[in-house]
């Protein structure tokens, strides 16, 4: 159940992953027909394409791709292609909100500037490098992986809840006409906070430094890497 579960949750990451792309592509499309014709109504296409559909795929991108990273033992921090595409995602994230939606709004009232193009060629070559660390995921493990340790998978609740936030996300945000994603926000900073101290937990254990349970012995034999 929990692999069917898991496999419905990269379905998920997938589909709004390509969504996110495409609709980027086509904000591009718009952007840059603004521009050359001077018609005012593709920037306020753009902008109502970034508030109303870019804006949840790529916060239900980000959030499904985060919470795999959590409840897999690929973690964040684990790999450098997985942290790679963890930084990644953040920058855009960032860009998208603060920078390109104001520069959008601007421009559907006239106010038109050549950062548009820029930011959006710069988040469609973003994504197409995450996409080669997906596919190649290059470049092994950081200095912080203890291979001792390995997270084991998260059970079938998590995945069901990587599935059922972001939609609960999506309804809150037609309702309200705004598409912050604060249940998807608050629920993968939760659970990878619980996640990391599991973690920090396991490899105390490993390492013969014993748990919260209790010391280990210190004639207790070391663990074998797993």
Known sequence: MAKRARTLVVWLHVVTSVGWLSQAVGLLALVLYGLNT?????????????????????????????????????GYFRQWWVLSKFAITIVQLYIGIFILSDKLEAAAHGHVTSWLPVGTACMISGFAFQTWLSVAKPWGRTPWADPKVKLPTASTKAFVLALVIPLADLVIGIYTSSPAPFLMLITVIAYSIRRAARGRNRSSVASGRGSAAGPARRDAAAPSPR
Request: proline share 3%.
């Open 38 to 74: 001077g018609d005012i109504n593709a920037f306020r296409m753009a902008r109502v394409l970034d508030h109303q559909v870019l804006a949840f795929m790529g916060a239900a991108s980000a959030f499904t791709g985060m919470m795999l990273s959590a409840t897999t033992p690929w």
